[in-house]
């Protein structure tokens, strides 16, 4: 059952439960099909993306406005909590979320959020409705706040809460992803061991995080002998890259995509290049000012 309304699609579960979604129908112009419609083998027509920071009742979630969104949730749990909702529902994976950054940068809507206990920290005459401890509830701050700056984006994306994403991961210091977007599917392995992943490689091996003395190098160079992996943040024009050739799932994951934003240079990014596995979170949150 639906009710559409623009691209906004009210999704009912099994339980009776509504979730509001955001409806990206892929173009059918282009030659090449976009990597974020692709789900392993299989090509959408169509993409469905929550289009709130999600709620878990009873152990599923769900998209819904003025709701407090659920923080303190492992990975796991968060894929849980999409995939028992039956087929097709699963966690946001990092090519999704880079899909509506690109439309944010081409639009010039680069979505403000709660980056300062329930303002923006760069406009501070914009805020939502304030939860608890500092979380806005979803939806409450104004359409600046969605990703295309319209009442039918996808809100809060920046700030409020991080947000847990599949399809990427650091393993000991390499950068590693689920091809075609596969970690869409319901059936695809997440797992630590799991066969899915890949390393993502150029012609001289494997791209890799070089996190040292404070700066932060993607790079397919062999590590030097007196390399000792760190942990470590920059500000995204410092981040530095060092690459014979930059393959195309560094731009679909958005390590390294076509272009950033003018806003993006003011933005933080992380890396853990010890030994493990460290997988990805995005979006800020509300007591995280950049």
């Not at 600046?144 to 039918?152: E, I, L, S």
């Not at 700030?159 to 977007?181: H, Q, S, T, Y």
């Not at 190098?217 to 000792?228: K, L, N, Q, W």
């Not at 890259?241 to 958005?254: N, R, Y």
Request: net charge negative.
């Amino acid at each position: 059952m639906n009710a559409v309304d623009h691209n906004n699609v009210v999704i009912f579960d099994d339980r009776g439960i509504p979730s509001i979604m955001c409806r990206f129908v892929r173009p059918k112009d282009t030659e090449e099909v976009p990597a974020v419609f692709k789900i392993g083998d299989k090509v959408a027509d169509a993409i469905y993306i929550s289009k709130y920071p999600n709620i878990v009742i009873d152990g599923r979630a769900y998209s819904m406005p003025m709701a407090d969104p659920t923080v303190n949730i492992t990975f796991d749990g968060a894929v849980q909590a999409c995939r028992c909702k039956g087929l097709g529902w699963h966690l946001m994976t990092a090519v999704e979320y880079e899909y509506l950054l690109n439309q944010s940068r081409e639009k010039g809507t680069m979505p403000h959020g709660n980056t300062d206990w329930g303002k923006d920290y760069y406009h501070n005459d914009e805020q939502g409705k304030v939860s608890n401890l500092g979380r806005t509830y979803t939806g409450t701050g104004p359409v600046t706040w969605n990703h295309d700056h319209t009442p039918y984006g996808v809100s809060d994306l920046n700030g409020n809460v991080w947000e847990w994403l599949a399809g990427l991961r650091i393993k000991d210091g390499v950068i590693e992803f689920i091809p075609d977007n596969k970690a869409a599917s319901p059936y695809c392995d997440l797992s630590k061991d799991s066969a899915e992943w890949q390393q993502a490689e150029t012609s001289k091996g494997p791209v890799r995080a070089n996190v040292e003395c404070g700066e932060i190098t993607i790079t397919d160079a062999v590590a030097a002998d007196d390399y000792e992996p760190d942990y470590d943040g920059v500000r995204i024009e410092k981040l530095e890259v060092e690459l014979s050739e930059i393959p195309q799932v560094l731009k679909d994951l958005g390590i390294i995509p076509d272009k950033r934003a003018e806003e993006e240079g003011k933005t933080y990014v992380y890396f853990d290049a010890t030994e493990g596995e460290y997988m990805p979170i995005r979006g800020s949150a509300f007591d995280y000012t950049s």
